[in-house]
Structures are given as C-alpha cells and as structure tokens.
C-alpha cells in the first residue's frame, strides 16, 4: 500500500537501543483518565517527563500534572523491572527449551533464508517496497534469535499486513497500518501534529487500524482499532497497559472524523481494553515478533495461540515473508 504519511518529517532510521537496567519499584497499574495530556519521555536514564496539553483545557492544577508525570515515570520503571525478571528467568530457563510445532521450517526455505543472511555485504538490499528499503543487515536481526527487531522491520511487516487484506481471494478484515513513529508524535504533538498522516486516506473505510509503539527504546507494543467492533485493544508481551493512549485514540478518531469528513464521530460506545491473554514474552528481546504476530493473528481473525517457544520458527517466518514481500 502506498502510505500517505508525511514521509519527511520522520526518522526512519533504526532506533539506538539502551541498555536494560534493573529498577525495583513496586508492580503497578495506573489508570490515567485524562486524553487531553500528552507524553514525553525525555530519557529512559532519568526517566522525566513533561505532559504537553493538546485536547481540551481541564488538565487540572499544576500539582496534579506532577503527579501524573511521576505515575508515568513509574511505568516505565515497571517495564524495566518486568525486563529484569525475565533477564532471571532466561539463566534459570536455558536449557528447558520446547520444540516449537508451529511453522516448521522444510529443508529448503532453511536454505533460502542461510543464502539471504550469508551475503557479505550487509547493506546489501533484499526488497525495496513500500518506500521502505530492507537490508541483509535488517534480517540478520531476526535471524538471530537474540536481536530487538528495528522500524523498518516493523513497519514493513504491519504493512505487508495491510496489503494482504486488500487481497480479493482474502474474505479478511481491511486493514490500515500507522507507522512506529505514529504515537510518540501524536502524544507529543496532538491530533495536529499527525493531522497530515492520512491526507489522502479515510480510515474509516477500513475495519481495523494496527498502532505498532516503540516504548522508548527498551519494549514494543501493538494497539489495533476494530472500528467494525468498536473496540481499542492494547497488546503487551509483557502484561503492562497504557491507558492514556487508548483515551487519546478515541479522540484521535473524534477529530479525524471531523477534519477529514467533516462529520461528528460518535466515540462513546468505544470499548477500551488491555488484553490480559496475550502471550507472555519470557526474554528481553522477542517484543517486537509478539507484537507483530498479535497484529498478524488478530487481523487473520485467529486466537492467539502462539508462545514463546514458537518464536524462532517465526522469526524464520518474518524473513521468509519479509523477503518474498508478502506474507505466506
């Protein structure tokens, strides 16, 4: 699909990735009620944040804006701490590793993907479609088993998603894909900041929209808006939520309406929902192949069966898919 996002004011190079560092606050859950805050996070070290009002005037007294700073700060130190755990858990887990029955790979696509990632020059481009040119070095990441998957790797998969629903031998569920850069800009800057991204597109012409995020630099999460349904669904390999983002989405879709069709969107009958059965991760690495493949089954309209121990035959499937350009 061609994306009509403003292409030019992205950054579509390959996030830098921090390291993990092991917090100890204590688990929580912090529901956040107010959309018309926004998020950012100025650094993964310090962790300090600043809300940026961007919806409507009732954002509180000054002290309630410090409050909800620190609720965020903490669940960015939650994320941390999970990352911890499962950092405990891979030493003790190493050798308890199930065979995975899912997408066996044949002799032959095992040979097709050590031909891809063998190639010596790693800037070397394997497919260039949907203005996203992927690299040897880009597979090589998920071949690896070990390595967070990058944007571009992201983006080209949630796109190949989109486009295998435009398939007419598909009776599937349309779908709309935002880039990894969607959210971090939309809670940064507002509905204006992302207004451009869809100037040629109606969203709502499609059944489902999938949000891929990039938690600064440390963990990666899917949102999917069924519009058919009305639901918003937050998807987390590691059980965290985010509720401001799935407010903030109903009013994105509120001011979308009105700017793009100049129509008022009921948003009311929306059902906002953490998915409390997605797949647990149990490494600090295999976020980004969990969120792809909730993306990937949801939109399939298929339960999410898979497991960790199913990710390295995926990770061999991405590539598969990744490099033909469509998904198998």
Known sequence: MDREEDIEEQDRSPPKISRYTEAQPEEISVPINHS????????????SLSFLPFYSSELGTKNGNIQK???????????????????????LNKNDAEK????????????????????????????DKFKNPIQVKDLK?????????????????????????????????TVYTFSTFFVERFLTDGYKGVRRYTKKIDIFSYDMILIPENIKNIHWCMTIIN????????????????????HALTTYLAEESMDKRHVAYDIKEFSLETVKDMPRQEN????????????????????????????PNLRSKMILEISSGRLL
């Open 100 to 127: 995975s029955m899912l997408f066996p790979l044949t002799e032959a696509q095992q040979i097709q993907i050590d031909s891809i990632c063998s190639h010596t020059d790693e800037e070397s481009i394997v497919i």
């Open 36 to 47: 018309s805050l926004s998020l950012r996070v100025e650094s993964t070290e310090q962790c």
């Open 69 to 91: 700073a620190e609720k965020c700060k903490k669940r960015i130190l939650a994320i941390k701490k999970r990352i911890a755990v499962l950092e405990k858990q891979i030493k």
């Open 284 to 311: 600090t690495h295999d976020c980004g192949v969990f969120a792809c493949m909730a993306a990937e089954y949801v939109t399939r309209c298929q339960p999410l069966n898979f497991t960790q121990k199913d990710i």
């Open 141 to 173: 990441i998920l071949k690896s088993q070990n390595d967070w998957l990058n944007d571009k790797i992201i983006n080209f998969y949630v796109d190949l998603i989109s486009e295998r629903s435009t398939r007419t031998s598909n009776p599937l569920p």
């Open 227 to 246: 519009l058919k349904e009305k639901t918003i669904r937050y998807y987390d390999s590691l059980g965290g939520g985010h509720d401001l983002l799935l």
